[in-house]
């Protein structure tokens, strides 16, 4: 709807206000249509990697921490869609509470839930139902090999970075790795500010993402151009 001030000021030029007016909103549209396809392509490609395993999706590699009697599946490892690694033992202290975003093919979520090791203590959230299919099923092969682990430890949910579906100030760790690098500044800050929502005082947020350390090169910027009107 076209605010009052706009209609009032059509005079001698109010045609050229109203043109601009409308071609900023229409920008404006487009800008936001395009900022929030985005995350529906996001997701449209993870669906297709749970269902389709891709090794070594992640340009920079994941995490390989190991632990005492801790085995990772082999399907579990190879969706491994992280870099580095967000299970950060001196940082859980007495953590009672774990909420772990995106749980792709839920390796995290086992070697969070290898120091929290009681159910209810550790939620791993996905919107991508088939993503969820294979944690679980991961999850549950990874029981058979490692005796100290019950399926039961780790709550697999739907949930999105936006909403995360727990209430406030109820979780002692937020985790997430090689998500929130994905997401434009505007909803970077919306997932940061649900994660600050559901941490309890004193609680972390523990983040593992790509950075860049220099700015883009210019054929980067190019290439994101030509991405974006191809
Ligand atoms: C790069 S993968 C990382 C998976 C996992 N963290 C790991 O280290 O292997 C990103 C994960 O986030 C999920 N995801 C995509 N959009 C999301 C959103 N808006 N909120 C929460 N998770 C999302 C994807 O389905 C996928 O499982």
Redesign the pocket.
């Known amino acids: 709807m076209l605010p009052s001030a706009v209609c009032e000021s059509a005079g001698a030029n109010g045609g050229t206000s109203l043109n601009t007016y409308l071609s900023t909103e229409m920008e404006n549209h487009q800008q936001h249509m395009s900022d929030s396809s985005y995350?529906t392509t996001?997701?449209d490609f993870?669906?297709r990697v749970?269902e389709s395993p891709e090794i070594g999706?992640?340009c920079v590699g994941?995490g390989q921490l190991t632990f005492p009697d801790l085995c990772i599946p082999a399907d579990m490892e190879a969706?491994?869609?992280?870099?580095g690694s967000?299970v950060q033992p001196q940082d859980l202290g007495n953590a009672r509470r774990v909420l772990?975003?995106?749980?792709?093919?839920g390796?995290?979520a086992l070697q969070f839930a290898y120091f929290t090791r009681r159910a209810g203590a550790m939620i791993a959230?996905?919107?991508?139902a088939p993503?969820r299919v294979v944690?679980t099923r991961n999850l549950a092969t990874a029981a058979a090999g490692n005796a100290w682990f019950d399926p039961a430890f780790v709550e697999v949910r739907a949930?999105?970075?936006?909403a995360l579906g727990v209430d406030d100030a109820s979780v002692d760790i937020v985790a997430?790795?090689?998500?929130f690098n994905?997401?434009e500044p505007v909803d970077l800050s919306r997932?940061l500010q649900e994660a600050r929502r559901v941490l309890r005082p004193g609680g972390r947020l523990s983040m593992?993402d790509p950075i860049a350390i220099e700015i883009s090169p210019r054929t980067c910027a190019a290439m994101r151009d030509f991405a974006r009107c191809a």
């Open positions: 995350l996001t997701t993870y669906e749970a999706l992640c994941g969706m491994s869609y992280g870099c967000s772990y975003v995106g749980v792709g093919g390796k995290e959230i996905d919107p991508v993503m944690a949930g999105d970075a936006f997430q790795n090689c998500l994905i997401f997932a593992s």
